[in-house]
């Protein structure tokens, strides 16, 4: 059950299947103004008992003619709401409103200079000639009745067309990209100029009115987390916090397998800084025994994730008053599952990670009061919850833990050895980022890390140490570039950040004789080694 309160005001983005159709969402949200992804084939109906103020088409991968190709219904563009579409939306739009749609002699993929062809409110505050960005072989050839071409290139007859009687906008390009110069000005035009909207979705007023929402759900009745230091429990337990206080259970299993020094911030933030029922429930040992010679990875995970519940239950079935339990869910782990009818036309990437073994007669209701938040703004509300930096710009970090950064099976040995390396990692090229931040002003700047780490590999290596032969252990440095995990380069990190570390954890990590340098881009790696 979602705790998200929904603003007065949003707009709907209809989902085609496009690869930008989040960052669409996530640029109206950079305006201050909330909007939702919806599946394209949500009928007319369904749209008026949302009451949008506005609906955005994203492009897709599709031919408009193709026999299983996505379609709106033309009822949408009838009910008066103001529509902007985008590349595939501007083809939908047309065909569906008796227009054609046919191929170019050549396909545009890139940049490309649009010509004004009509005086447009989209276009406001936008010079004539400007650079767009196309991705498209498909295009409008004959615009529907009444409608108006705005823009041209030299290839695409009809870059942008428009009916502004019945409030019908779209283009062929692509301006929720960085790379349409004038984008979210034709973006802000839409939403400020043409539909009247304001720019009221702001932090503190997402705050008050989640708290409210969590308050009138919960009642006088208690909520149970299972708090596990990450980002988004983290968020939830304080905005849980702010709005219900000591009615909130935070339960911290604690498996063993976090980096060093973890545990000891998540007690110290939430039994100090929040007023909860902080429960440390110290489970190490038993996961030391069940993960003894354990290799394979996703057995690991398997032990790792079933004792979580074995532990966090065992706590759960002795509290009095608990109905509900708070998870960490956010906007994309939703739209990502399909397991709402949020996703619309988009691939499903992954199961609902948030799946709940409940045990034989228990259960609590769920509230997920981050279900319609990005990872950026999850991160803002933590901030302006007062969380400390450390935990909402914490790097993402896998469930398991060290237990998958240790190739092989997992030792009291090999986790302090692990635990001490990448510390050292993880201090040097925090002090790397910094430095950078410094010289450029920019916290994520061109060669800012995004993601940095130590693995310990199942092998051991010659060495000499102290004029006498070693045998001991080598560790992985992993360190990349990336946005948002789909991909990744590896960090080009300068050669005396690259002998600190490897100087440093020799020096100051016993077992430990060698550092080598993971030097592989995903693909066709992946970030994690297993």
């Given at each position: 059950m979602s705790q998200t309160a929904?603003?007065?005001?949003?707009?709907?983005?209809?989902?085609?299947?496009?690869?930008?159709?989040?960052?669409?969402?996530?640029?109206?949200?950079?305006?201050?103004?909330?909007?939702?992804?919806?599946?394209?084939?949500?009928?007319?109906?369904?749209?008026?008992?949302?009451?949008?103020?506005?609906?955005?088409?994203?492009?897709?991968?599709?031919?408009?003619?193709?026999?299983?190709?996505?379609?709106?219904?033309?009822?949408?563009?009838?009910?008066?709401?103001?529509?902007?579409?985008f590349c595939y939306g501007q083809q939908a739009m047309a065909v569906a409103l008796g227009g054609e749609v046919g191929h170019t002699e050549k396909g545009e993929y890139g940049p490309a200079v649009i010509m004004r062809a009509a005086e447009s409110a989209l276009f406001d505050g936008t010079p004539g000639e400007q650079t767009v960005w196309m991705s498209h072989r498909d295009a409008v050839t004959?615009?529907?009745?009444?409608?108006?071409?705005?823009s041209r290139t030299e290839v695409c007859p009809v870059a942008s067309m428009e009916c502004p009687e019945r409030k019908l906008?779209?283009?062929?390009?692509?301006?929720?990209?960085?790379?349409?110069?004038?984008?979210?000005?034709?973006?802000?035009?839409?939403?400020?100029?043409?539909?009247?909207?304001?720019?009221?979705?702001?932090?503190?007023?997402?705050?008050?009115?989640?708290?409210?929402?969590?308050?009138a759900k919960v009642g006088e009745s208690r909520v149970i987390l299972g708090l596990s230091g990450g980002v988004d429990s983290s968020v939830v337990a304080a905005l849980c916090a702010r709005a219900i206080g000591k009615q909130l259970v935070c339960v911290f299993v604690n498996h063993g397998l976090l980096r060093k020094g973890e545990p000891e911030e998540v007690e110290e933030v939430f039994t100090k800084q929040f007023d909860v029922d902080f429960i440390h429930v110290h489970a190490e040992?038993?996961?030391?025994?069940?993960?003894?010679?354990?290799?394979?990875?996703?057995?690991?995970?398997?032990?790792?994730?079933?004792?979580?519940w074995k532990e966090f239950f065992a706590v759960a079935e002795e509290l009095d008053?608990?109905?509900?339990?708070?998870?960490?869910?956010?906007?994309?782990?939703?739209?990502?599952?399909?397991?709402?009818?949020?996703?619309?036309?988009?691939?499903?990437?992954?199961?609902?990670?948030?799946?709940?073994?409940?045990?034989?007669?228990?259960?609590?209701?769920?509230?997920?009061?981050?279900?319609?938040f990005f990872k950026d703004e999850v991160r803002a509300l933590g901030t302006a919850l007062g969380l400390p930096d450390y935990i909402v710009h914490r790097q993402p970090f896998p469930g398991p833990g060290l237990a998958i950064r240790i190739i092989g099976d997992v030792t009291p040995e090999k986790l302090e050895i692990l635990k001490n390396a990448d510390a050292i990692v993880r201090e040097e090229l925090d002090a790397y980022n910094e430095r950078l931040f410094a010289e450029t002003g920019e916290r994520n700047s061109e060669h800012s890390v995004w993601q940095y780490?130590?693995?310990?590999?199942?092998?051991?290596?010659?060495?000499?140490?102290?004029?006498?032969?070693?045998?001991?252990?080598?560790?992985?440095?992993?360190?990349?570039?990336s946005s948002d995990a789909m991909t990744a380069d590896w960090a080009r990190l300068p050669y005396d950040v690259l002998a600190r570390v490897s100087g440093r954890i020799v020096a100051e990590v016993p077992g430990v004789n060698r550092v080598v340098y993971d030097i592989t881009s995903k693909p066709p790696a992946t970030i994690e080694w297993e």
């Open positions: 929904m603003p007065d005001q949003k707009v709907l983005v209809f989902d085609f299947g496009a690869q930008y159709g989040q960052l669409i969402a996530r640029r109206v949200r950079d305006l201050h103004v909330y909007s939702e992804i919806v599946p394209c084939d949500i009928t007319a109906d369904e749209v008026r008992a949302l009451a949008p103020a506005a609906i955005i088409l994203s492009g897709g991968p599709a031919s408009v003619y193709a026999e299983d190709a996505p379609s709106i219904d033309p009822e949408v563009l009838r009910l008066g709401i103001p529509v902007l579409g004959r615009v529907p009745e009444g409608f108006a071409i705005t906008f779209a283009t062929q390009f692509h301006p929720e990209v960085r790379h349409t110069e004038f984008g979210q000005t034709m973006l802000r035009n839409f939403l400020f100029g043409i539909c009247g909207l304001v720019s009221d979705w702001t932090m503190d007023s997402i705050i008050d009115d989640s708290v409210a929402a969590i308050r040992e038993r996961y030391m025994r069940l993960l003894a010679g354990v290799t394979e990875p996703e057995e690991k995970r398997r032990i790792i994730g079933t004792q979580f008053g608990v109905k509900y339990l708070a998870q960490g869910t956010i906007y994309p782990d939703i739209i990502e599952s399909g397991a709402r009818k949020t996703g619309g036309k988009a691939s499903t990437i992954k199961s609902h990670h948030n799946l709940i073994p409940f045990p034989e007669g228990v259960h609590f209701d769920l509230i997920e009061p981050l279900d319609h780490f130590a693995v310990l590999p199942d092998i051991k290596s010659v060495g000499v140490m102290g004029d006498e032969r070693t045998y001991a252990r080598p560790v992985i440095l992993r360190a990349v570039e």
